[in-house]
């Protein structure tokens, strides 16, 4: 299995307060992505990470901010949470963005909103 | 925004069964993956098809990528309730380094 941990892996907080999540890798991997799962939606990507300190916007950014400071830490932060950002957060990575490459998931962060 | 529909969403069959997932798009892509994801943990990569008209197995479980590149299915062969699971098709968007993922099938396989 590829070495990806999330944390923490389950969390619960308050509509306003600021949130960060966690994906670390020890593959070395370039590419790193947020994606979060929904019933009904399957995983909607919010960003993702090309390099150290290159990221962009998927399709559900609204909301969340990244950093990538080093190779092996991509961060998620929900700057004032909300209760529709309740949700199950998987990290993702890839050493490529062919084609045919494979990504490898975390374990997933759910997050819980009141 | 690329689309990808899959059919049926939920799926329970007896063991022994033969089944058979869809995944279609009106949009063009460089390549399509299925994952399967089982309940607590990440989905992981089953398997990807980038040729159209391409046919991949693996056991029981046969892929197929669409002529066009726009489509794909998962067809299962005698049906084990290891099998069970949520099943997910994604396709890679060309050019712009990211995968778009179905809404999931969720099979459940009935000893």
């Known amino acids: 299995d590829a070495g990806i941990t999330q944390s923490p892996r389950h969390k619960v907080t308050e509509t306003g307060t600021p949130v960060t999540l966690r994906c670390h890798q020890t593959e070395n991997h370039r590419y790193m992505y947020w994606y979060r799962q929904d019933p009904g939606h399957g995983l909607r990507l919010i960003h993702y990470s090309y390099g150290v300190k290159d990221t962009d916007k998927g399709e559900v950014s609204d909301g969340y901010s990244v950093s990538r400071s080093k190779t092996e830490d991509f961060l998620l932060t929900l700057e004032s949470a909300t209760s529709s950002q309740t949700s199950v957060y998987f990290c993702?990575?890839?050493?490529?963005?062919?084609?045919?490459?494979?990504?490898?998931f975390g374990p997933g962060t759910r997050l819980t909103v009141l | 925004t690329q689309l990808l529909e899959q059919s049926p969403q939920f799926l329970s069959i007896q063991e022994g069964e033969n089944l058979t997932v869809y995944c279609n798009s009106s949009?063009?892509?460089?390549?399509l993956q299925w994952y399967r994801q089982e309940p607590g943990e990440g989905p992981v990569l089953l398997v990807t098809?980038?040729?159209?008209?391409e046919v991949k197995k693996l056991k029981r479980l046969t892929f197929q990528f669409g002529d066009a590149r726009k489509d794909s299915s998962l067809h299962i062969t005698a049906a084990q309730p290891g099998d069970t699971g949520l099943y997910l098709c994604?396709?890679?968007?060309?050019?712009?380094?990211?995968?778009?993922f179905g809404q999931g099938t969720r099979l459940t396989i009935n000893p």
């Open positions: 949009s063009v892509f460089s390549s």
């Open positions: 994604a396709g890679w968007v060309q050019g712009a380094q990211k995968l778009v």
């Open positions: 098809v980038v040729t159209g008209g």
């Open positions: 993702a990575i890839s050493d490529s963005a062919s084609g045919s490459a494979s990504q490898y």
